[in-house]
């Protein structure tokens, strides 16, 4: 049988409670007495394990409520003192006026306050080592501060109180205040102080002492000085000097929210300066007289537009204030180059710069007619243009390097130019006379590069214009003449400005101005032709070279010039015609005089020379051949024999008769000719050149008549445009509303010119009434009828 055995559980004795073998006061004695040692700065001689041991048996013994106000009476005293022995015998005297005494007695102060801090901080580590057993049991039970935490609220109670809280205060803005003036303070001393109210916090949102005392009273103090220094800067300074300080301020303010202010403070600092010192000020520094804007530009300061162009940035309406004030200095200088180009009236000069020709330039004879300078209305659109160019260079520059080519600026500037460009209604002419020149005689020994540079500056203004189809009606003029007479420099250039108009106005554009090149070629190849098919034939006395051009490309506003030829031209015209036509059936050739010019060997009395005129010009000069020197033909009798319009009739007798080379004789003399004038052969002429170009007289630039003229075919011609362009929007949308139709023309032809909406309706309304499209019951939409 197997035995039981039993366990026996080990009964667990509770501790034997001790009596305390220290009583209270002794132990808090004697703890009292090394905390007193310890804010005497003699805690080396003290044993940490010993006070550790009687706060620890004043906390298990239930004593916890008399360490702990115990020690809060003690540190209290301690601040009390160290108040009493180092701050307030630092509080400053306020007699003395002297910035430097003020900067000292205010870092005396600062300083005070900083050794305090230290002392009360050094102090409570050594006591919170001393009493962590009581803050992890007594603090947490009773729901108090832990000793660390209650020293800070005892700092602050009695440290940062009136009227200590007052004098740092205004130390501390004494010193902000006299760095401001220019003077040099310890940034350190008050970078400790700033610290020190840092790290004091007033309530449970963590709401520092800096932040509810000196933060307030430096933006208070901030904004009362920038505002009077706002209006001092303004009084005293010209604009670049005022943007200097003001920049230097902005600086000096974020040094100092860097080097001792708190960083939070820098943003509603900033706010004060971009408020006073800019906001408030913006127009009156950009327009100040003798030093704004438009004086910056004229002397090229580029530091101080960038300086402006900066600063205007920090604030909301710098940016349209700069683009407003930038936009109207553009304007302005615009608006003087347009009148300064009108202050000369139209008048007339010698076609196409012919003065400038080679031949006659070696002439000794400077006292005839006009100079080799170029007619002054041609010299007036060719300066408009430079000028403008140059403007634009100039204000590029500007955006470039001083506005660091801010789009916004840039919109500014492009709307300038484009206002003020199409407020001189010749400015499509202007444009297209500046290319001419250029492209006849401007481009001479400069390389493709100088070229094509020439050539982009021109297209930069060209793209300024609305009224492209206006510039298109003289650009076509003017290379019909060049290409007519032969007067390009290079068919090179040509073709590279034409490149460059098609890319920014579209191959319709340009499609022509093409064609005339085309018919260039093709009509270079025809008279090799024709050449080779006189050798078979009786080649007429007279040697022609004929330019076919094909009416649709072509500026046929000539055609109106009609001219009764003489035999021998007649016969030379009709042996072409015989060649062409044998060629080509079923076409029609119409001879235009006005475009042609010939080469003539005349007979004077001392020698023969070969003179190239226009071909309205040998038709009158033939008609002098068989006359002796005594006889004459009046005004009537040449117009009767040649059928040569007054105007065209005009203008080639003024050139043969009262220009430098007098190869007819007029009576009376006279610059002017009208219809009571004679004429006879000049045999006296003589020349030391044996070949002689006579201009036409010419109006280079329009007069106020014949512009009138152009702008009625112009408008015509838009007329047909607007038409075509609803028609074609109408065929494809079928149906639109009235404000629909009107954008989408409007954007349509935006390319070639600016329609008037009124135009647009009245067009709708023709069409309408030729029932290509009809107005809809709602009376507010259209459609189009097939």
């Not at 920090?314 to 180009?341: C, Q, W, Y």
């Not at 076509?476 to 098609?502: P, Q, T, W, Y």
């Not at 002017?672 to 170009?693: E, L, R």
Request: glycine share 4%; charged share 30%.
């Amino acid at each position: 049988m197997a035995s039981t055995r039993r366990t026996v559980k080990t009964k667990i004795k509770p501790p034997r409670k001790h009596e305390s073998e220290v009583s209270l006061d002794e132990t808090w004695t004697r703890l009292s007495t090394n905390i007193r040692e310890i804010h005497n700065q003699n805690a080396s001689n003290l044993s940490f394990e010993e006070n550790y041991r009687y706060a620890y048996n004043m906390v298990l013994y239930k004593n916890g409520a008399v360490l702990y106000k115990g020690v809060c009476q003690l540190v209290v005293e301690n601040i009390d003192r160290l108040a009493q022995s180092e701050i307030i015998p630092a509080f400053p005297s306020g007699s003395s006026k002297d910035p430097v005494q003020q900067s000292q007695e205010g870092e005396s102060l600062l300083k005070a306050l900083r050794r305090v801090w230290d002392d009360h901080t050094g102090n409570m580590s050594k006591l919170r080592d001393i009493l962590k057993y009581m803050d992890r049991v007594y603090t947490k039970a009773n729901d108090v501060p832990e000793i660390w935490d209650a020293g800070l609220d005892l700092f602050l109670k009695h440290i940062i109180r009136p009227p200590i809280q007052d004098h740092v205060t205004s130390a501390v803005l004494s010193l902000i205040q006299i760095e401001r003036d220019g003077y040099v303070i310890s940034r350190s001393v008050v970078k400790e102080c700033v610290d020190v109210l840092l790290q004091l916090s007033v309530d449970h949102d963590a709401k520092t002492v800096y932040k509810r005392d000196l933060e307030p009273a430096v933006l208070t103090a901030s904004e009362t000085f920038y505002s009077a220094e706002g209006k001092r800067l303004l009084e005293t300074c010209d604009a670049p000097e005022y943007l200097r300080r003001v920049e230097a301020r902005f600086d000096s303010e974020q040094a100092r929210t860097y080097h001792y202010l708190f960083s939070q403070t820098g943003v509603p600092l900033r706010k004060i300066l971009e408020r006073h010192l800019l906001t408030h000020n913006l127009s009156s520094v950009i327009g100040m007289p003798n030093s704004g804007l438009d004086v910056m530009v004229d002397l090229d300061k580029f530091d101080d537009l960038n300086r402006l162009y900066r600063l205007f940035l920090m604030v909301p309406s710098g940016m349209p204030t700069l683009r407003r004030s930038f936009k109207d200095s553009i304007l302005r200088r615009g608006r003087e180059i347009n009148l300064a180009s009108t202050s000369i009236d139209t008048g007339q000069d010698m076609d196409d710069g012919d003065l400038n020709d080679a031949e006659n330039t070696k002439g000794k004879d400077k006292s005839q007619g006009r100079t080799a300078t170029g007619p002054p209305t041609l010299t007036l659109a060719l300066k408009w243009v430079q000028t403008v160019l140059d403007l634009k260079d100039k204000f590029d520059c500007v955006w470039a390097r001083a506005f660091d080519k801010n789009r916004e600026v840039e919109s500014s500037l492009n709307e300038a130019f484009e206002d003020f460009i199409n407020l001189n209604e010749k400015a499509p002419e202007y444009i297209s006379l500046f290319i001419d020149e250029n492209l006849k005689k401007g481009l001479k020994g400069k390389t493709d590069m100088e070229v094509d540079a020439v050539l982009d500056k021109t297209i930069t203004v060209f793209r300024y214009i609305t009224e492209k189809d206006t510039f298109e009606r003289y650009y076509k003029n003017h290379l019909a003449k060049r290409l007519l007479l032969g007067r390009s420099v290079s068919d090179d250039a040509e073709r590279g400005m034409l490149a460059k108009l098609k890319v920014e106005c579209g191959y319709q554009f340009t499609q022509k101005l093409e064609g005339m090149f085309h018919d260039m070629k093709i009509s270079a190849d025809t008279m090799q032709a024709y050449r080779k098919y006189l050798e078979g034939v009786s080649a007429p006395e007279v040697e022609i070279s004929v330019t076919v051009m094909t009416s649709t490309f072509w500026p046929m506003s000539h055609s109106s010039a009609s001219c009764v030829f003489p035999e021998v031209l007649i016969r030379a015209c009709k042996s072409f015609e015989h060649f062409y036509f044998s060629r080509h059936s079923g076409r029609r050739l119409a001879w235009q005089p006005s475009l042609g010019n010939a080469d003539v060997r005349v007979q004077f009395k001392a020698r023969k020379h070969d003179i190239n005129v226009s071909t309205f010009a040998l038709v009158i000069l033939l008609l002098f051949e068989n006359l002796t020197d005594d006889e004459f033909l009046t005004y009537e009798e040449l117009k009767t024999a040649t059928s040569i319009p007054d105007t065209e009739l005009q203008r080639h007798l003024q050139s043969l008769a009262c220009a430098k080379f007098k190869v007819l004789k007029k009576h009376p003399p006279g610059r002017d000719v009208h219809p009571s004038d004679s004429f006879s052969f000049n045999n006296d002429f003589a020349c030391p050149m044996q070949k002689i170009k006579i201009s036409t007289v010419s109006a280079k630039v329009e007069t106020t008549k014949e512009r009138r003229e152009t702008r009625d075919r112009i408008e015509e011609e838009r007329h047909h445009q607007i038409e075509a362009c609803i028609v074609r929007i109408m065929k494809d949308r079928k149906h639109l509303t009235h404000n629909d139709l009107v954008n989408e023309v409007t954007r349509q032809l935006a390319s070639r010119f600016q329609p008037n909406p009124q135009n647009i309706k009245k067009r709708i309304e023709g069409l309408i009434d030729r029932e290509y499209l009809e107005r809809c019951e709602d009376r507010k939409s259209y459609n189009y009828l097939a």
